[in-house]
């Protein structure tokens, strides 16, 4: 087994600590840090993104692979440096004002991480008017995420749509919505680009909508 596959392997295992080691180890016998962040960590992620979509794991293993994945690229940041692995630009991602549920939007800011954005985490309860004001002070923001987790919360959803919409953003990002009693048709009614139903299928739309 190669190096970089032992990489994934830990990855997909969540031994965040032996990530970090074998990424040096790889470093320091000379494979390439894009190799080591393509092959090792952004390929584990999409194969434990995969097996979370066909119910082979679930969200407790999908957290600590996260994890794993983001000790692994922490420690090879230095070593990509002028390389900066092909960034897709940023991604602003929070719960909706009312929610303090974070465990979905943590998931898929991991997972979009993952994907090569810059991920801004304005965290739970987030007015309408920080994602705004977030996305006009990163002209480089491709993406805003919003989620929520109770259905009381969705009309908040709604109006962040509308702020966004009004204050000339959506000429700049692309809204993906998610959450527990999201649809796609909520997403469509309150104009967002688009909805998924999981962080692996966030992580790949992000990238599609980038």
């Given at each position: 087994?190669?190096?970089?596959?032992?990489?994934?392997?830990?990855?997909?295992?969540?031994?965040?600590?032996?990530?970090?080691?074998?990424?040096?180890?790889?470093?320091?016998?000379?494979?390439?840090?894009?190799?080591?962040l393509n092959q090792g960590l952004i390929g584990a992620m999409d194969v434990v993104g995969e097996k979370f979509k066909n119910n082979e794991i679930f969200v407790p293993e999908m957290?600590?692979?996260?994890?794993?994945?983001?000790?692994?690229?922490?420690?090879?940041?230095?070593?990509?440096?002028?390389?900066?692995?092909?960034?897709?630009?940023?991604?602003?991602?929070?719960?909706?004002?009312?929610?303090?549920?974070?465990?979905?939007?943590?998931?898929?800011?991991?997972?979009?991480?993952?994907?090569?954005?810059?991920?801004?985490?304005?965290?739970?309860?987030?007015?309408?008017?920080?994602?705004?004001?977030?996305?006009?002070?990163?002209?480089?923001?491709?993406?805003?995420?919003?989620?929520?987790?109770?259905?009381?919360?969705?009309?908040?959803?709604?109006?962040?749509?509308?702020?966004?919409?009004?204050?000339?953003?959506?000429?700049?990002?692309?809204?993906?919505?998610?959450?527990?009693?999201?649809?796609?048709?909520?997403?469509?009614?309150?104009?967002?680009?688009?909805?998924?139903?999981?962080?692996?299928?966030a992580a790949q739309k992000a990238k599609e909508l980038a």
């Amino acid at each position: 087994m190669s190096k970089i596959e032992e990489i994934a392997a830990a990855v997909a295992k969540g031994k965040a600590k032996v990530v970090a080691n074998l990424v040096t180890e790889a470093l320091n016998e000379g494979a390439a840090p894009l190799d080591v962040l393509n092959q090792g960590l952004i390929g584990a992620m999409d194969v434990v993104g995969e097996k979370f979509k066909n119910n082979e794991i679930f969200v407790p293993e999908m957290l600590v692979a996260a994890r794993a994945m983001k000790k692994g690229v922490e420690t090879l940041k230095p070593a990509l440096g002028g390389e900066g692995g092909a960034s897709l630009g940023k991604c602003v991602i929070g719960t909706v004002a009312g929610d303090l549920h974070d465990i979905g939007k943590n998931l898929v800011a991991m997972m979009i991480e993952s994907t090569g954005f810059e991920v801004i985490d304005l965290g739970v309860d987030v007015p309408k008017e920080k994602f705004v004001e977030t996305v006009k002070a990163n002209p480089d923001c491709k993406i805003v995420g919003l989620s929520a987790l109770l259905t009381t919360t969705m009309p908040a959803m709604k109006e962040a749509v509308a702020a966004l919409e009004e204050a000339g953003c959506k000429n700049q990002v692309k809204i993906m919505v998610g959450g527990a009693p999201i649809t796609q048709e909520f997403c469509d009614e309150i104009g967002a680009d688009a909805y998924t139903a999981d962080a692996a299928s966030a992580a790949q739309k992000a990238k599609e909508l980038a």
